[in-house]
């Protein structure tokens, strides 16, 4: 019973850092690559029955993504030993129309050229023939390695899924695989995250549109939410319907952050009189990320869609603050949306529903731009 208590003799470590640092990394992969991919992509899910990452494109091709990460590389014995674990589950997947990816935050698996991956997805074919080789050397390498497993199995069921496998590997569609290293991703906040937070801004400039002021001004909450989002993701089943991120889903959260701490005064929309308290819960929920569900796409574009009929039917009219005047109108039409956060609070449904609606109306140019740089119906 003693040498249960004893440590000299009970030797073990419950230290799963590194497995909780590869999730870690799979989730700010899948947010890399969904940036990279739009505004082509469709959905993504993190963790699917084929892949660590697998994203729809609109044209419904796939682009299927093996997630490999280390710690600390420079320990790592064989460099090439995660990629070799990568080629052997891609082979699995369907290569026609599709792209297959190795990411990983290890920058020299390639001896002839280090760091040639950094921060890019380059294909094959766009490689070096240095690096070509090393790749050709390699795939062929994991097919004499199970050739070798294969005459020392016994067992008949091994033999047969080796020989699958080994058939698959020998089979694998170079012109389809595409490689990436995100780096520096290591150790604290600062580092590991520094790449994903320049790819965020990167998307917000370059493929949004907004000036670099407002881009910095709601990368960090962006990314936050989306690494939560991520990590989520990952412990749903595959076969549960919630499990696809949709591009969609992804991107409102853009247009809810550039207006979030806008609270505008709407006092005189109000069918009653508001005090501090009712106002200070209305900011509660505001600031709530849930409240982020009423930003997205489908009811923004239905206030719109109401927005521009009033516009249309109010030429001619002297009207000096159309916004506030729609909200007065047709507030109400709008109030079931925001009953549930309420608590059937009539009060508190009436002030939630007009200071949303305020802040979609005069958010829509916003809207526009974010639904045309991603390939979001408006």
Partial sequence: MSEYLNEDICQFSNDASASSFGWNFQANAGIFLFLKYMPDAADIKIESISQDIEITLIDERKVFAQAKSAQDSTTIKDQKEKFKDAIISLARNPYKDNQLVYISNIPDTFKS???????????????????????????LSISKNIAKKIKKEKDPLKIRKLEQIKVKVENFHKENLYISTIYPYYGNEKNRYTIIGDSVISFLTDTI???????????????????????????????????????????????????????????????????????????????????????????????????????????????????LEFIKEHGDEFRDEFVMLSNGDNELTEYLTKVFLYRILTSNRVVQKVCSAVGVKA
């Fill in 209 to 323: 549109g907004l000036t670099r002021d407002d881009a910095i001004s709601i990368k960090q909450k962006l990314l936050e939410h989306w690494q939560l989002n991520f990590e989520h993701n990952s412990t749903i089943k595959d076969e549960n319907k919630n499990k696809k991120i949709l591009k969609e889903d992804f991107t409102w959260p853009i247009v809810a952050f550039l207006v979030d701490g806008n609270f505008p005064d709407i006092d005189d929309c109000l069918s009653f009189l508001p005090d501090q308290s009712i106002k200070k819960e209305v900011e509660r929920i505001m600031n709530d990320p849930k409240s982020f569900y009423h930003a997205r796409y489908e009811f923004t574009n239905k206030v719109l869609q109401r927005y521009a009929q009033f516009k249309n039917q109010s030429i001619g009219k002297a009207i000096k603050k159309p916004e």
């Fill in 113 to 139: 050229a280090p760091n040639f991956f950094n921060n890019s997805i380059i294909p094959y074919n766009d490689c070096l023939a240095g690096i070509q080789k090393e790749i050709d050397d390699t795939i």
